[in-house]
């Protein structure tokens, strides 16, 4: 039996780890406007809370701003993460308040949120009044940030918080997907196709299945780092689990997302590819050890060849196997643990093969018997349950004698709150005066 060191290689930790970090998107600002609550709802807006909750949405939204507008490779996630959860309570309960006394949802200065989306090659911006969209992409924002502090921790090494905050923003998607959008886009009169690709149904229920796909990754790179021999018969089913989800992901994005889909970075997909054919790979392999810790050698080097297999560079776009990297491919920056991973299949597979025939003697499958393949694999998480805080509605006062017209809450409109200037009762115009000085004359 050989003394070379068989046990996986640290190549194998990164690349079952590797999971890609999306943007998060940005708050635009329409060139002479500038979004206010507390100018917007300065008639309505006197009561001493509803000043301090209006003053902390400007304030929150505000840092949101300038933690979204970092760029470069360094981008703040916890900052921005964290700027995020301060806003939604704020803007939430603002939203609230108009829902709860539409009558009075008066504005003095008209609301215009813009954002641009982050997960799209070349971003678009949207515009709207809704509060509601103001809403939902501060809360897609906490989402895509979470999954980026769940990256960061991966890179570090820390896989069990990664696995975490993956399944925190997977219930966040969950939550977009199965609560806020359709409340929204069942009651305003939206083009889907027009919103920014992180908020729309099928995008986030896309993002939900892959965000519980890279936890499970981390799962698995969690079990490769501990000291001693893994459960290889678990890994086998956990990749099997992950391969199925990308699968579902992918589909899900095709399907429900085509347009979506379209927009993103096509890079992105390729890395798609590369998982998918990994854990394929990987699956076998874990297969591998497991027969052979258990005494059935031949079945393990039929395993372990079939996942060698899988790492070949696939001779056409739509065949089996690894893409190809090239010198402008998405993947050359994993190509060294690519190969790392490939040079310990073949020192592996060189002494299975030596002492089979040597002291063994078990025979070796040409190929993996159906019967002996998993059929399904094991998808173990879950996605963390999110959910919005119960806010109380501030109140929004309108004196007796106001003057006017009302302005219609947003309920998840198309415009949200239409804007119409409060115009104040002591000021009456001429063409009042008129109307008044005409109105006595004729009952006189």
Known sequence: MSDINLSHPNAMIRLSSTALRFRCPSIESTKGFTIS???????????????SVLEQADSSRSYLKTSLATKGSNIPHKKIVGAAQKYVPFINQILFACKMQPENARLDVRLLFEWESGIEKTPRSFKSEAIMYELIMAIATDGLGTAGIACDESING??????????????????????????????????????????????????KILFLAN????????????????????????????????????????SRAATQKSRMDPDFFTLMTFQIEL???????????????????????????????????????LGKGMPEITSKSPLKAIEADLNELKSHMN????????????????????????????????????????????????PLIVAADEGGPVVAADEGGPVGIRYRPVIPSTEESDHEMALRLQEQLNTN
């Not at 993956?166 to 083009?191: E, H, N, R, V, Y």
């Not at 000291?227 to 994005?253: C, D, R, W």
């Open 158 to 207: 820390d896989f069990a918080s990664a696995s975490r905050n993956f399944k925190k923003a997977a219930g966040i998607m969950d939550f977009l997907a199965t609560d806020q959008l359709p409340q929204w886009i069942s009651k305003a009169d939206l083009d889907e196709n027009a919103l920014p690709s992180e908020i729309t149904l099928g995008t986030t229920e896309a993002l």
């Open 347 to 394: 020192i592996l597979l060189t002494s299975w093969e030596k002492d089979n025939s040597k002291i063994y003697f078990d025979k070796v499958p040409l190929s993996v018997p159906a019967d002996k393949k998993l059929s399904a694999g094991l998808q173990m998480m879950k996605p963390e349950e999110y959910k919005l805080d119960d806010v109380e509605p501030i």
């Open 279 to 317: 854990n394929s790979s990987l699956c076998d392999y874990f297969l591998a050890r497991n027969h052979w810790d258990s005494g059935q050698y031949g079945l393990a080097i039929s395993f372990l060849c079939s996942s060698k297999a899988m790492l070949r560079t696939r001779d056409s776009p």
């Open 37 to 51: 609550f507390v100018k917007s709802f300065k008639t309505v807006g006197t009561h001493p809370t509803t000043k």
């Open 215 to 254: 936890a499970q990754q981390m799962a698995v790179a969690t079990t490769l780092v501990k000291p001693g021999v893994p459960k290889y018969s678990l890994l086998a089913k956990l990749s099997l689990g992950i391969k199925e989800q990308l699968e579902m992901f992918v589909q899900t994005m095709r």
